[in-house]
Each structure stands twice: as C-alpha cells, then as structure tokens.
C-alpha cells in the first residue's frame, strides 16, 4: 500500500469494532487520524494512545454523528487543526435489536439519523475541503442485503458500501 504519511483522515466511530481497526491501519499507514467517537471517551483515547505508542499520530474528538451540526463541526474542526482532510471512513453506526412491531417511532429516527443521515452530511461537508487525491468511503453492513425480523431498519437505512473520490 502506498504511504499516506501526510494525510489526515477521519474515521467515525472509531473507538471499537471495525472502525478501530480502520483507525490503526490508517495510522500504522502514516496518516493523522481523527478517532471519532459517540461516548466512549476511554475508549477513543485507548485507540489514539495505541497509535501514538507504534509512532503513529491520532487525536480523538467527540461528536455525535446524528447530528448534522456535530457531523459538520467535525470536519471543520479536523481541517482547522490540520490544514487539511483526505480520507473520510463513515462508519459509525447502531442496531437497535427490536422487532418490526416492537418498534417506536423514536427508535427509527435514531437509526436513520446516525447510519443515513449523518454520513450523508458528513460526505456533503467533507467534499468541501478534499483535494484532488482524496477520498470518502462508507461502511456498510451485511444487514443491507438481509433481511431479518430484527434488522428491517438497519437495512433500510445503512447505504450499501462504496468508494467516492476526487479526481
């Protein structure tokens, strides 16, 4: 794989699972990377110290992907602190483990929020400060092509996996 020493990168969702992984990779890499995270605190910093202690470069900021202006002020924020954005990893995300029948309307707004809207605006606001080179990926799940009792609004709101880039 080519170097991105350099490059900055966010990855939302980053203090466990995939998304960690992505993180460490990215890093192990060379590039700066912006360990987003919901809640977990701990757990963020756990990721960047990590990082940091293989000789990588990762700060950890909280934001709360289903919120538009929180999903906005992470990219501007990350460009602001370093001058740059190249590669967005949406990837946060939630399951809520109910039934169709048990399902509030509350519920369904929360998933639609933080696996559909959230990336959406997160792509909006990233394709503003990437250059030529960059790049936004979306994580998907599985439950996008299963259907599932307990997964019908995970699959209609988390977008199928794909790659945009700047040419």
């Keep these: 794989m080519a170097s991105l020493s350099g490059k900055v990168a966010i990855v939302t969702g980053s203090s466990s699972g995939i998304g960690r992984a992505i993180a460490e ?10 360990v987003n995270y919901g809640t977990s605190a701990e757990k963020a910093q756990q990721v960047v110290t990590g990082i940091q202690a293989k000789g990588g470069k990762a700060v950890a900021v909280q934001s709360d992907m289903s919120r538009v202006a929180e999903v906005r002020r992470l990219v ?7 001058g740059r954005l190249d590669i967005l990893v949406n990837n946060a995300g939630r399951f809520i483990p109910k039934l169709l029948m048990e399902t509030a309307e ?12 959230g990336p959406y605006f997160a792509m909006q606001e990233a394709a503003k400060a990437l250059k030529e080179g960059g790049r936004i990926v979306n994580i998907s799940t599985e439950g996008t092509h299963m259907s599932f009792p307990v997964r019908r609004r995970i699959s209609a709101a988390k977008p199928r996996s794909n790659s945009i880039r700047r040419a």
Excluded: P, S
Aim: zero cysteines; charged letters at 30%; hydrophobic letters at 50%.
């Design 25 to 34: 990779r990215l890093a192990e890499d060379g590039a700066i990377v912006v």
């Design 76 to 82: 501007v924020e990350t460009v602001k602190q370093f």
């Design 106 to 117: 509350a519920d369904f707004d929360q998933i639609i929020a933080l696996n559909d809207k």
